[in-house]
């Protein structure tokens, strides 16, 4: 299926979506690209360009991120958000016994990937950061979707859904507050000192099915030239790599430029 009609039919019509994609055979590559390796790029460059191009203000007085600072948080806003989506798949799998469901990864990551698409979408206002409450709604939307997903991918009682997705909204907090913290690395602050004698951030998150430790290698001037993170989880480990990056950051990098230098004048 088209990735815009798929998007449309989760946000328009989701109990009947969920029902064709809970049937779809599909594997880890066809769930990630191209569909949630682009819309994660929504909220990452609206980011970037919200922070560090235009920058945040009112009554005249702009604040912009340094260009490598906007660069860094959106590199690893991106990555993080493709790992996240995962755990939180991971999670919600976990999660399904304790609720009366079955426990199925693919299905769990299934209902993470699609559930995300209006959280992706409404990223776009974090272009503009006077207007990044909107994202909100985005989230709650996303919440319905796994709200209506739940009986239909997890097998769980329509009666428990809604603790069910309570739950799995607290999965969704923790999973923000990792990207929150792996996006500090690369602001100028003294948590971002403490991680530049390393290069690495662990972090566990403890679930009722076991633990999930996140390993993560920054991108950064004295870090390799791409992002690794690594999840292992109580059924295998999960290697993520982010590559070719370089080419975007160059361009992004210039277009911040110009865009400084247009400021000047």
């Known amino acids: 299926m088209d990735m815009v009609e798929r998007a449309r039919a989760v946000i328009v019509k989701p109990s009947p979506t969920w029902t064709v994609i809970e049937q779809e055979a599909t594997d880890w ?21 919200g922070w560090s191009v235009l920058g945040m203000g009112s009554f005249g007085v702009s604040m912009r991120l340094p260009v490598l600072s906007g660069l860094g948080l959106m590199v ?12 939180w798949g991971w999670l919600i799998s976990q999660l399904a016994s304790v609720f009366g469901g079955q426990a199925n990864l693919m299905n769990g990551v299934k209902l993470s990937v699609y559930a995300s698409t209006p959280a992706m979408l409404v990223g776009v206002v974090s272009a503009m950061p006077g207007l990044s409450i909107l994202s909100l709604l985005g989230g709650l939307y996303s919440l319905y979707l796994v709200f209506v997903g739940l009986p239909i991918l997890m097998k769980s009682p329509p009666d428990k859904s809604a603790a069910y997705t309570v739950v799995a909204a607290v999965a969704g907090i923790i999973g923000s507050i990792v990207i929150s913290m792996a996006g500090s690395m690369f602001m100028p602050s003294p948590p971002a000192q403490m991680h530049e004698g390393n290069g690495v951030a662990d972090i566990k998150i403890s679930t009722p099915g076991g633990d999930v430790q996140i390993s993560t290698t920054p991108i950064g001037t004295n870090a390799p030239a791409e992002t690794k993170v690594t999840i292992k989880t109580p059924e295998g480990e999960v290697k993520v790599v982010a590559e070719s990056m370089q080419d975007m950051i160059k361009r992004l990098e210039v277009l911040a430029a110009e865009q400084e230098k247009a400021g000047t004048k």
Do not use: C, D, E
């Not at 590559?29 to 360009?49: C, E, G, H, K, N």
């Open 76 to 87: 690893s806003q991106y990555v993080m958000t493709l790992v996240m989506v995962f755990v």
């Open 29 to 49: 590559q066809r769930l990630y690209v191209p569909y949630m390796v682009t819309l994660a790029l929504i909220p990452a460059i609206s980011s970037f360009i």
